[in-house]
T-cell receptor
Framework: EAGVAQSPRYKIIEKRQSVAFWCNPISGHATLYWYQQILGQGPKLLIQFQNNGVVDDSQLPKDRFSAERLKGVDSTLKIQPAKLEDSAVYLC????????????FGPGTRLTVT | SQQGEEDPQALSIQEGENATMNCSYKTSINNLQWYRQNSGRGLVHLILIRSNEREKHSGRLRVTLDTSKKSSSLLITASRAADTASYFCATDGAGKSTFGDGTTLTVKP
């Protein structure tokens, strides 16, 4: 089966600009996750969707980050405006159902904010 | 704050040796998973162990879980240079998945 797709793979922007990331999960996977991974740290959950609904967005900086998952399939994560500390790898993952199942990760998008 | 914490932060061994890394957590969990991340790549799932299980094997991997001590260990036997990567534990509690900061394993040929 095809894996989790993400685009773009790399993005460089200036602070205060906006950026959007796209994720296409594995077909049939109900749950989709967005993580932020800062260099040298583990992935930090930003938002978790189950089908169309948000299960957990407690660590999403809602003043600048937004995410949506239309029709329970693809998802986009947006940052507006970006700050220097947003420089990180943004990982998308999907799982068959909930967190009791293994997660399949995409290759990530490396964001550099200058 | 992170739920799972891996120990050690870094581990360097010779090819053929065994590698053991540990994960401790603070609150009760439904399951615990181990993932591997090669440099610049996404995470790959290795093994899932549920809270009612004590040990699981997959190839050269052995995972134990001690819920009374709130800890898990990952053992990689007969390590290879290709095992060089970062290893993360992820705890699942109340439907929320939380990763630690990982153990960086270097296997020298």
């Amino acid at each position: 089966e095809a894996g989790v797709a993400q685009s773009p793979r790399y993005k460089i922007i200036e602070k205060r600009q906006s950026v959007a990331f796209w994720c296409n999960p594995i077909s049939g996977h109900a749950t989709l996750y967005w993580y932020q991974q800062i260099l040298g740290q583990g992935p930090k959950l930003l938002i978790q969707f189950q089908n169309n609904g948000v299960v957990d967005d407690s660590q999403l900086p809602k003043d600048r980050f937004s995410a949506e998952r239309l029709k329970g399939v693809d998802s986009t994560l947006k940052i507006q405006p970006a700050k220097l500390e947003d420089s990180a790898v943004y990982l998308c993952a999907s799982s068959r159902a909930d967190t009791s199942y293994e997660q399949y990760f995409g290759p990530g998008t490396r964001l550099t904010v200058t | 704050s992170q739920q799972g914490e891996e120990d050690p932060q870094a581990l360097s061994i010779q090819e053929g040796e065994n590698a053991t890394m540990n994960c401790s957590y603070k609150t009760s969990i439904n399951n615990l998973q181990w993932y591997r991340q090669n440099s610049g790549r996404g995470l790959v799932h290795l093994i899932l162990i549920r809270s009612n299980e004590r040990e699981k094997h997959s190839g050269r991997l052995r995972v134990t879980l001690d819920t009374s001590k709130k800890s898990s260990s990952l053992l990689i036997t007969a390590s290879r240079a290709a095992d060089t990567a970062s290893y993360f534990c992820a705890t699942d509690g109340a439907g929320k998945s939380t990763f630690g900061d990982g153990t960086t394993l270097t296997v020298k040929p």
